[in-house]
């Protein structure tokens, strides 16, 4: 990081600090709009298909959450951010298969996207032969229900992915703390709806588990409704980064 800056690195700097004054502007009226205060939001920059150079440029500006969805891009990546210094925090938020949980708890500090009991057990086998300390895991839930996509399923009884069992495995697991809840507005939806039905969700669960009170929701394109229904924690890509040219 203390080679000299060349002027496309500047460039990009100056283009990221830009957006990054945006988005956090957004997350500001939004969160003042609905009576909360600014820092009850955490801003996660999902930096996936952008390269290390990216990551540490916004280290370098002052994020320190950063998301990755695949654990092939990430692994590699917080190696690179990890060896230039920079301190931030890993939010795992994709899909994940079971054979990456020994690779993605060793970086991840936060896992959001837990779905099934069989998941959780393999994060904790890892997390409890790989790391010192629990691993952060939320719970990712499905708002519509569709067992064909991911996310545990509210009011199921489904052994492996409704949600109370999930959340009930986590935590009874010593190398997992469940930190609460994560979702994605489903297509079609209205924001508002999708997030309001989400709160309902995540009011349930604290109810359980009193410690589980962060919420996970809200991207470039829906970041205010998440925040008016009283999400903790943003993800946002697109509007940091740029349009990706894959649809993830
Ligand atoms: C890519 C991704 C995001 C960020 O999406 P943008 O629309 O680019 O802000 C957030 N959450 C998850 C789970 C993602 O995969």
Redesign the pocket.
């Known amino acids: 990081m203390s080679a000299p800056a060349s002027a496309a690195q500047r460039d990009r700097r100056a283009q990221l600090q830009d957006a990054l004054a945006r988005t956090r502007d957004r997350i500001a009226h939004a969160a003042e709009a609905s009576g909360r205060p600014r820092d009850a939001v955490t801003l996660i920059a999902?930096t996936?298909t952008y390269p290390a150079s990216d990551a540490l440029l916004l280290a370098g500006l002052g994020v320190r959450e950063l998301?990755e969805?695949r654990d092939q891009e990430a692994a590699p990546k917080a190696a690179e951010v990890a060896a230039a210094g920079a301190d931030v925090r890993w939010h795992f938020?994709?899909q994940l298969q079971r054979n990456k949980a020994r690779s993605v708890v060793e970086y991840a500090d936060l896992v959001h996207?837990v779905d099934s009991v069989r998941l959780a057990g393999a994060l904790a086998g890892a997390a409890a032969r790989h790391r010192d300390r629990p691993l952060e895991v939320l719970v990712q839930v499905s708002i519509d229900g569709d067992a064909e996509r991911g996310g545990a399923l509210a009011g199921s009884a489904d052994d492996d992915r409704g949600l109370e069992r999930v959340a009930d495995e986590i935590a009874g697991r010593d190398a997992l703390r469940l930190a609460g809840l994560m979702a994605?507005a489903p297509l079609g939806w209205e924001p508002e709806r999708a997030f309001a039905r989400l709160a309902e969700l995540a009011a349930g669960l604290r109810a359980d588990h009193p410690g589980a009170g962060l919420l996970s929701a809200g991207?470039?394109?829906d970041l205010e409704a998440a925040i008016a229904y009283g999400a903790t924690h943003v993800?946002?890509?697109?509007?940091l980064l740029g349009m990706?040219s894959t649809l993830?």
């Open positions: 999902v996936k998301g969805n938020v994709g996207s994605v991207m470039s394109g993800r946002v890509g697109s509007a990706r993830r």
